[in-house]
């Protein structure tokens, strides 16, 4: 435990904000996917965002359930504060630096290179600095500065809507912040296509139920064989052998609820012997008794991932919508991920395995949604 990374994340929101609108399709920010990545990297001891809050009123809700302490920096009427938040965000990260010893890694969470004078003298206070930025919004001077840069847009769990396709850039303009989580609602009531708004509205005399069950329910039904191959597919990236004990902290700092009783099993052991059995990881002789090194099994590259895609497709009659299709792969693979292809996202794999011949794809009106048939 002593040698594990401590952390501390400065959020540049308005950075951040704006350049998953400007840049990713109109999405809204999600923090999600950054507290996923940096968990398998070290513990997270301090998470920080600094904007005008009255300016992103509906992103709160989503910043707390993360634990994100939001630092108001109000904008004065008449007169312009346009790098007040960025200023208090050094100040803080520099003092923190000299009074906490014991944070190792600081993860600046900007593309904006005036933070390049700070990243610099954060390293000679011999601090490790993890960059995160959206990729088309951040500065090419920013990311070499950094021990390490991860561009938001690449992460695991951040799927970029599609620009391509008419009637979703319409949907965008007319409300940026909700058509990320459109589509997925709609293809469930694909028969029924007028149906689609009246079932989103009933939400609205609501909203902080509605933005709470919104996030929830992904994260309680999210099988464990995914939940452990993902964690396991980022801890891989990293050097060193990945042990049982660092899996299961690192699951811990994910989901700090996790148990193995909510899945059936006395021990995480046992879950991993499970696994194990089903071919989903590989367990080998650890540093010590009871601590087994935990490996992904060798996966096949692109072919056999478009060879997967191609037989769960025909499996359901040779036709089935975009939306789901990607769970149904990792319900036979677990740890399947576009990402780890090189692909931005699931439309863009897809659409690979329609270049050479796999697969067809085709925008159905009624459903709002892409056909994929073989």
Not at 52 to 68: C, M, N
Not at 353 to 366: I, P, S
């Amino acid at each position: 435990m002593d040698t594990e990374e401590r952390l501390a994340v400065f959020l540049d929101y308005e950075n951040l904000a704006l350049g998953a609108r400007e840049h990713l399709g109109g999405m809204t920010f999600d923090f999600g996917p950054i507290a996923d990545a940096l968990a398998v990297r070290g513990r997270v001891l301090v998470r920080r965002a600094y904007a005008d809050w009255s300016y992103f009123d509906e992103d709160r809700r989503s910043l707390t359930r993360h634990q994100v302490e939001l630092i108001e920096m109000p904008q004065k009427m008449g007169a312009s504060r346009k790098n007040a938040a960025d200023i208090k965000m050094v100040v803080d990260a520099i003092e923190m630096a000299f009074e906490r010893d014991y944070i190792s890694t600081f993860v600046m969470c900007t593309g904006d290179s005036d933070f390049s004078p700070l990243v610099h003298k954060l390293r000679e206070l011999d601090k490790r600095v993890i960059g995160v930025g959206v990729e088309n919004s951040t500065s090419r001077l920013l990311p070499p500065a950094c021990d390490e840069f991860l561009f938001y847009d690449r992460l695991e769990g951040v799927e970029v809507p599609e620009e391509t396709e008419p009637r979703e850039r319409r949907s965008r303009s007319s409300r940026g912040t909700t058509t990320r989580r459109e589509p997925a609602t709609r293809s469930t009531t694909a028969e029924q296509p007028g149906g689609a708004p009246a079932s989103v509205e009933p939400a609205s005399p609501a909203e902080p139920e509605a933005v709470e069950t919104e996030d929830q329910p992904e994260a309680e039904t999210q099988p464990l064989e995914v939940l452990l191959a993902q964690t396991l597919a980022g801890l891989a990236s990293a050097p060193g052998a990945v042990t049982a004990s660092l899996l299961k902290r690192s699951l811990l700092r994910k989901d700090p609820t996790f148990s193995e009783s909510d899945y059936g099993f006395r021990s995480f052991g046992e879950i991993l012997k499970h696994l194990a059995e089903r071919g989903i990881v590989e367990l080998s002789k650890g540093p010590a008794a009871g601590d087994p090194e935990v490996s992904l099994p060798e996966l096949g590259e692109r072919d056999s991932a478009f060879e997967l895609l191609r037989e769960v497709v025909a499996s359901a009659d040779g036709f089935v919508l975009l939306s789901g299709l990607k769970n149904s792969l990792r319900k036979r693979r677990p740890d399947f991920s576009e990402k780890a292809l090189g692909y931005r996202n699931f439309l863009q794999f897809c659409k690979a395995a329609q270049a050479d011949e796999v697969v067809h794809l085709r925008w159905d009106d009624a459903a709002e949604d892409y056909i994929v048939s073989v």
